[in-house]
């Protein structure tokens, strides 16, 4: 995916450097999606093994918000395969993107469209597809409501239940071409979801509920504080390197949201793949406006963002 808003005042980096950033690596992308999927089964299988023996309170909770926050975070296995760069070899970028959409109901070949829009027209109210598709708080409740995700995750579903029923896939940032492909994309999905819903009735088991569709939903409280750091309360230009923020994280978040906390880097070079970004970062980053230290910080940045804005026109970021 090109880039079409790489900020003109800052000096880009040498030739030589750069091309060695772009290197896509079948290794780093093995070894990244085999840990969070293989986290997320070991966890999916602890949560199956304790709900069938009754329980053990606190543990079993524990295991479910550590299952919802992976769960969730493979978005970010999601987005990085849909700029194709999680991986060297093309198949592998279709595959793990189609399961990481099945697992937190985004098709892909829809998110790569939205997710191009997205990236063309940042921070521009009227084309950028996360603020086409959101609405301003109008109140702490509802800003509340908001960061926990479960409108949002509702309306994803909601909006592929429709695209699969109704076989109408209307949006500015799906072209005509494309819109069925994305119909047959949504029944894909919903046909997938149809079966294992099947299997579980027949052998009366709940353990992809417990292990899989309730940890998506918790998940969704960490996921969308995250979704929200990473352009809210930014600048309204061209620049990357003014419309979104950098957040200085952790190592645990940084593998679990595949270097994306770099996100004025990924928004200035969206070709280099995941594992390069904190080189990238040692280049570039300090070029950035705007930087957050630590997502505790920058939620509540964005919170009083939002409560400075209620009642203004609404200006919003929220896919």
């Known amino acids: 995916m090109s880039d079409p808003q790489t900020a003109a005042a800052a000096a880009a980096p040498d030739a030589a450097a750069l091309r060695a950033l772009l290197a896509r690596s079948d290794r780093a992308g093995v070894l990244r999606a085999a840990t969070h999927l293989g986290t997320a089964a070991v966890l999916g299988g602890a949560i199956a093994w304790l709900q069938a023996r009754g329980g053990w309170g606190a543990l079993?909770?524990?295991?479910?918000?550590?299952?919802?926050?992976?769960?969730?975070?493979?978005?970010?296995?999601?987005?990085?395969?849909?700029?194709?760069t999680a991986f060297r070899t093309l198949a592998l970028n279709y595959a793990v993107g189609y399961l990481a959409g099945l697992a937190i109901a985004m098709p892909y070949e829809y998110y790569r469209l939205y997710h191009w829009d997205h990236h063309?027209?940042?921070?521009?109210?009227?084309r950028d597809p996360e603020l086409v598709m959101s609405t301003m708080?109008?109140?702490?409740?509802?800003?509340?409501?908001?960061?926990?995700?479960?409108v949002q995750l509702a309306q994803r579903i909601a909006a592929l239940l429709r695209r699969a029923w109704t076989g109408l896939a209307a949006a500015p940032w799906i072209p005509?071409?494309?819109q069925a492909?994305?119909?047959?994309?949504?029944?894909?999905?919903?046909?997938?979801?149809?079966?294992?819903?099947?299997?579980?009735?027949?052998?009366?088991?709940?353990?992809?509920?417990w292990a899989w569709v309730l940890p998506l939903f918790i998940g969704q409280c960490f996921l969308r504080p995250y979704l929200l750091s990473e352009h809210t309360g930014c600048g309204r230009d061209r620049s990357a390197y003014d419309?979104?923020?950098?957040?200085?994280?952790?190592?645990?978040?940084?593998?679990?949201?595949?270097?994306?906390?770099?996100?004025?880097?990924?928004?200035?070079?969206?070709?280099?793949?995941?594992?390069a970004l904190?080189?990238?970062?040692?280049?570039?980053?300090?070029?950035?406006?705007?930087?957050?230290?630590?997502?505790?910080s920058v939620t509540r940045t964005v919170w009083r963002w939002f409560a400075r804005q209620r009642g203004a026109a609404p200006l919003k970021p929220e896919p």
């Not at 708080?137 to 479960?150: C, E, I, V």
């Not at 949504?186 to 299997?199: N, Q």
């Not at 994280?249 to 995941?274: D, G, K, Q």
């Open 120 to 126: 063309r027209y940042t921070q521009d109210p009227q």
């Open 278 to 296: 904190p080189r990238l970062h040692a280049l570039v980053g300090a070029r950035a406006t705007h930087q957050g230290r630590g997502y505790p």
């Open 176 to 178: 005509a071409d494309r």
């Open 137 to 150: 708080p109008r109140s702490d409740a509802a800003l509340a409501l908001m960061f926990t995700g479960q």
């Open 60 to 84: 079993l909770a524990l295991l479910l918000i550590a299952q919802g926050y992976v769960v969730a975070f493979l978005f970010t296995a999601l987005h990085e395969c849909a700029h194709k």
């Open 243 to 275: 419309n979104t923020r950098t957040t200085h994280t952790n190592a645990l978040v940084r593998w679990f949201a595949w270097n994306m906390p770099y996100h004025v880097e990924h928004h200035a070079y969206p070709s280099v793949p995941f594992h």
């Open 181 to 209: 492909a994305v119909v047959r994309e949504s029944r894909a999905y919903v046909a997938a979801y149809g079966l294992l819903l099947a299997l579980s009735v027949g052998l009366q088991s709940a353990v992809l509920l």
